[in-house]
């Protein structure tokens, strides 16, 4: 497939997606907008981030950086400071946020503030 079929491909069969970037050794290899999109415009893209998570932190697994995903999530930033009263934090692995079931309860709907962020 080139490229003029993959943006018709996506154009028809993928209304939802607005662009696909790739890069091949550091450069950039492809780029396409769809749906009015600019290079340069963000897009909120949820669930796609877990997966991009998995493989990093499986990368780090291989290279030694992560030892287990059994370790805790606070092991790796110890100048985070734990609000008083908060006990359950210090349980939280690796393991229980790559299969999003942290034992932690969460107050509200983060969604606005993460969306609109400008990281």
Known sequence: MN????HTFVETYHPNICQIVAYKSGKKVYS????EYKPED????MSATKS??????????DKGQIKSIDDKVLEYFPDYKVKRGEKTIYD????????MRAPYKGKGDPWTKVCSSDN
């Open 52 to 61: 991009i998570i998995a493989l990093l932190i499986g990368i780090a697994l």
């Open 92 to 99: 939280v692995t690796i393991k229980h946020l790559l299969t």
């Open 42 to 45: 963000c897009t909120h893209i």
């Open 32 to 35: 396409d907008c769809w749906n």
């Open 3 to 6: 490229k003029e079929e993959l």
